[in-house]
């Protein structure tokens, strides 16, 4: 996924070498309900093994494929689906397609 021109004129984010990230709803807007955060990686981008204590995590694939791991299961994520990692359970994703991945 490209960024638009809009997107442009708001600040991405490069959080690690190969990723890039937009909050596009933070979390202060919501009373910390929730945020919306959308994520451009390359090949081989992933993030370790973490737990969210306070909040789940939904993983909306755009495009390529992730893989992840949530719990003791390691499956394969493909554009146009989505996941819930649910808080409390270690969990991590990595690109695993010679494509680029984009999420929100």
């Known amino acids: 996924m490209t960024p638009s021109n809009n997107d442009r004129m708001v600040k991405w984010l490069e959080t690690r070498p190969g990723e890039r990230c937009l909050i596009r709803v933070p979390a202060a807007d ?3 309900t929730y945020s919306l955060t959308e994520i451009v990686s390359s090949p081989g981008d992933g993030t370790s093994l973490h737990i969210h204590q306070n ?5 909306f694939v755009l495009e390529g494929t992730a ?6 299961k390691i499956f394969d994520v493909e554009a146009g689906k989505v ?4 808080k409390k359970i270690p969990h991590a ?12």
């Open 67 to 72: 893989r992840v791991a949530c719990g003791d």
């Open 93 to 104: 994703w990595a690109i695993v397609r010679k494509r680029r991945f984009a999420s929100r």
């Open 30 to 32: 919501t009373n910390g």
């Open 55 to 59: 909040e789940d995590e939904h993983l």
């Open 83 to 86: 996941v819930v990692l649910p």
